[in-house]
């Protein structure tokens, strides 16, 4: 049998049931002219506020990040009736007349709908330094009605206290009582080869510190960890504020998972190594916190010898230890890349990429009470090189859903679909303007 045919099967098989979720066709939003990228750990690039709004964030650029070879980070916005705003360049990144840029960004609102999107930024770098000696954390803000700054801010100062202090792939939320929270990983306190994982927290206005020095955001101590360089974290907040991290101990595939708690006000955490070998710097861990205090994270699973498999791990509110992991697909095909968003009845809703009949987004909900996959569907139209899916979910129960082609060397898109529609009545009309 041929991959395409046993693709088209595979297609016919999963949209000949019926599925609770009618997504609109796949849209490419972008126009191939850059290499448009989605963030290392896409969770955190979309966030919607208080109207329904849909906030995004993506990046452009290619292997190496200079002034010659610029980098850019976007924001856009998009409703269900007047679909994307225009593609805008918001980091302000340039030394003299060249702009450099930033990578990697990850965007909150607050409850005031202000929009928050921070970044990696290779600004304070220098040539000799090849743009990669003093790499700092960067951000700005967009409030209801106006526009980002002319100026960005600056929210971490390291100035370069070796050629490889650099931070990178910050990711933003913000907590109940309004506080912001910045992870990151660091090598301020190494030769370079080393990282940590650093937490900075904003006071109850959303207003930070940019004073505050790097030993105070320190969450690990190297010494705990002097073989194993700590990576690309990612972090939600639960209703008691409390900050949860999960992340990769290494800069290669079949690393460790780890995880840890920072309540409020801690300044270290007791780090949890949750699977060995099972997740990946390129591919690396996604978290959140369920509405009932459930705290979960997903993987694609390097440790698996029968092939890497989406896996779940799921910390029930109250408990100290995570469940045994989940397999969600198990198959002899890969499948990796996975994000999740948790429902108000406790569902877990994914995308992942899966290589069944060729490379497909998949969409699924996962009902923990009777272990099962209720849905799976492809929301890419054909097999291709696709990665990254991230997955947001709208107060009206709608799903949204972005992903990334990664095209050639210099050229790649992203792609939206959603299962919100415009309103077809004349009352649901009106209600647009309560």
């Given at each position: 049998m041929s991959k395409r045919t046993f693709?088209?099967?595979?297609?016919?098989a999963l949209c000949g049931a019926s599925f609770a979720a009618d997504f609109t066709a796949p849209q490419r939003i972008t126009n191939g002219a850059a290499k448009y990228n989605l963030s290392r750990t896409p969770n955190s690039i979309l966030a919607l506020d208080s109207a329904g709004k849909l906030h995004l964030t993506y990046w452009?650029?290619?292997?190496?990040?200079?002034?010659?070879?610029?980098?850019?980070?976007?924001?856009?916005?998009?409703?269900?009736?007047?679909?994307?705003?225009?593609q805008v360049s918001i980091d302000d990144s340039r030394v003299g007349p060249n702009h450099v840029g930033g990578r990697h960004p990850s965007i909150t609102v607050t409850a005031d709908n202000t929009v928050w999107v921070v970044w990696h930024d290779h600004r304070d770098s220098t040539a000799d330094g090849n743009w990669i000696n003093n790499v700092e954390i960067y951000g700005d803000r967009l409030p209801p009605g106006g526009s980002f700054g002319s100026t960005d801010i600056r929210l971490t100062n390291t100035n370069a206290g070796h050629p490889g202090d650099n931070g990178y792939t910050p990711k933003i939320a913000r907590g109940p009582d309004g506080r912001l929270s910045l992870a990151w990983y660091d090598s301020h306190f190494s030769s370079g080869d080393f990282a940590d994982i650093f937490?900075?927290?904003?006071?109850?206005?959303?207003?930070?510190?940019?004073?505050?020095?790097?030993?105070?955001?320190?969450?690990?101590?190297?010494?705990?960890h002097p073989t194993i360089p700590y990576s690309v974290p990612d972090f939600a907040v639960d209703s008691s504020g409390t900050r949860h991290l999960a992340w990769a101990g290494g800069y290669g595939p079949d690393v460790n998972l780890y995880y840890a708690a920072a309540p409020l006000g801690a300044t270290?955490?007791?780090?949890?190594?949750?699977?060995?070998?099972?997740?990946?710097?390129?591919d690396p861990p996604r978290m959140v916190c369920a509405p009932n205090g459930d705290v979960w994270i997903a993987c694609g699973d390097d440790s698996n010898p029968q092939g890497e498999d989406v896996v779940l791990f799921r910390r029930r509110a109250g408990q100290p230890t995570f469940d045994p992991p989940i397999s969600i697909a198990p198959d002899p095909a890969r499948q990796y890349a996975p994000d999740l968003e948790v429902d108000s009845q406790g569902k877990v809703h994914l995308v992942w990429v899966d290589e069944r009949g060729g490379a497909h987004v998949l969409y699924g909900v996962y009902d923990p009470l009777l272990d099962q996959l209720l849905e799976e569907q492809p929301v890419t139209p054909e097999p291709g090189n696709w990665a990254r899916p991230s997955l947001a979910l709208g107060p009206d129960g709608d799903t949204h859903v972005i992903w990334e082609e990664d095209r050639a060397l210099g050229e790649g898109d992203i792609w939206f679909c959603t299962t919100k529609r415009p309103p077809t009545s004349s009352v649901e009309a009106w209600s647009l303007y309560e």
């Open positions: 693709s088209l099967l595979f297609m016919g452009s650029g290619g292997i190496q990040t200079t002034p010659g070879t610029p980098s850019y980070v976007y924001y856009r916005s998009w409703t269900v009736t007047e679909g994307f705003s225009p937490l900075k927290t904003s006071d109850p206005l959303g207003v930070f510190d940019l004073g505050e020095p790097m030993s105070a955001m320190r969450l690990t101590d190297l010494a705990d270290t955490v007791q780090e949890v190594l949750l699977a060995p070998g099972a997740t990946d710097f390129f």
